[in-house]
T-cell receptor, first 114, second 114 residues
């Protein structure tokens, strides 16, 4: 099994550009989420989804959009990149509704906005 | 809301030394507690978990005990190896308010020298 697959692994954007970070999982998990990782701040939740057609905001949603048209895919869109969005982004999936289950993470996307 | 606090890092140890990384949490109800590990250039992976008070999670020589009376979940290992060098994250989910959402601590960078 591939688990959670994120693309691209690295990306450099200019301020104001837009892009989409892709995330796909093959475990039929209902719950998917996007985090950003910044030094000294751990992982902060950007957006999450509990199933196809259902999304909600996390702690730091500004500047990001998501959609969930299928169970497998959960893309993250940066509408107009800013230097403050320079970070490492992780997608994760897990079974919904049971807080004790393991979350599976992608390998991350390192984004630099110049 | 839920929160997780980890000991300030980074931590540098010699091989075969004893490791403790402190983790305390704030949550209502009965959350599940996790330790995730991130090796260089990779995503997070589950190291161990505990789902109720007094449970002990263990894996790869690492242990942590769910202490509800002190709201703690400290990570320990009796003899660290160079290959244990990584970033360690304490996390929780569940309880009364957060459902499947994972809340992470800041992360602790561990470096083990030969």
């Amino acid at each position: 099994n591939a688990g959670v697959t994120q693309t691209p692994k690295f990306q450099v954007l200019k301020t104001g550009q837009s892009m989409t970070l892709q995330c796909a999982q093959d475990m039929n998990h209902e719950y998917m989420s996007w985090y950003r990782q910044d030094p000294g701040m751990g992982l902060r939740l950007i957006h999450y989804s509990v199933g196809a057609g259902i999304t909600d905001q996390g702690e730091v949603p500004n500047g990001y959009n998501v959609s969930r048209s299928t169970t497998e895919d959960f893309p993250l869109r940066l509408l107009s990149a800013a230097p403050s969005q320079t970070s490492v982004y992780f997608c994760a999936s897990r079974t919904w509704g049971r807080g004790s289950t393991e979350a599976f993470f992608g390998q991350g996307t390192r984004l630099t906005v110049v | 809301g839920n929160s997780v606090t980890q000991m300030e890092g980074p931590v540098t140890l010699s091989e075969e030394a004893f490791l403790t990384i402190n983790c305390t949490y704030t949550a209502t109800g009965y959350p599940s507690l996790f330790w995730y590990v991130q090796y260089p250039g990779e995503g997070l992976q589950l190291l161990l978990k505990a789902t109720k008070a007094d449970d002990k999670g263990s894996n790869k020589g690492f242990e942590a005990t769910y202490r509800k009376e002190t709201t703690s979940f400290h990570l320990e290992k009796g003899s660290v190896q160079v290959s244990d060098s990584a970033v360690y994250f304490c996390a929780l989910s569940g309880g009364e308010t957060s459902g499947s959402r994972l809340t992470f601590g800041e992360g602790t960078q561990l470096t083990v020298n030969p």
